[in-house]
């Protein structure tokens, strides 16, 4: 490996050690009904992300919620010796990207038939820190 893909390299460790994100995959929402739920809490701190997930009335924003605990999770899990609070930690990033889709046949009239297509969505969340010490 050359030194400047080397130093890359390393560069790229570093920044990926400040964020923490967690993914899921293969989820059966439409992406168009998750992206409104994400939407509402793209850039806001975790805490108030939390408390509008919670409180929302989409099916979207139980997944959401689940999600976005997991990343927590795994924030602590990179940071141990941090505190949450102290940390500030925010959404950076939210994703919400068309995943496969179930095509499916529905009966219509005179013989004929209408595709159905069931959406899936892959989702991920990534997590910034307005603190930067606590990574030293």
């Given at each position: ?78 940071n141990e010796e ?55």
């Amino acid at each position: 490996m050359g030194v400047r893909k080397r130093q890359r390299a390393e560069q790229i460790k570093e920044a990926n050690r400040q964020v923490a994100f967690a993914k899921l995959n293969n989820c059966p929402t439409s992406p168009r009904k998750m992206r409104l739920v994400a939407d509402l809490v793209r850039g806001k701190q975790v805490e108030q992300a939390l408390n509008i997930l919670r409180f929302s009335t989409k099916e979207a924003s139980i997944r959401l919620e689940k999600l976005l605990l997991s990343a927590i999770a795994n924030w602590q899990a990179k940071n141990e010796e941090a505190n949450i609070e102290e940390a500030d930690l925010f959404i950076k990033e939210i994703r919400v990207d068309g995943g496969t889709m179930l095509k499916r046949l529905r009966p219509a009239p005179q013989g004929r038939a209408h595709r159905i297509r069931k959406r899936s969505n892959h989702v991920t969340i990534v997590l910034g820190s307005n603190n930067n010490t606590q990574s030293n």
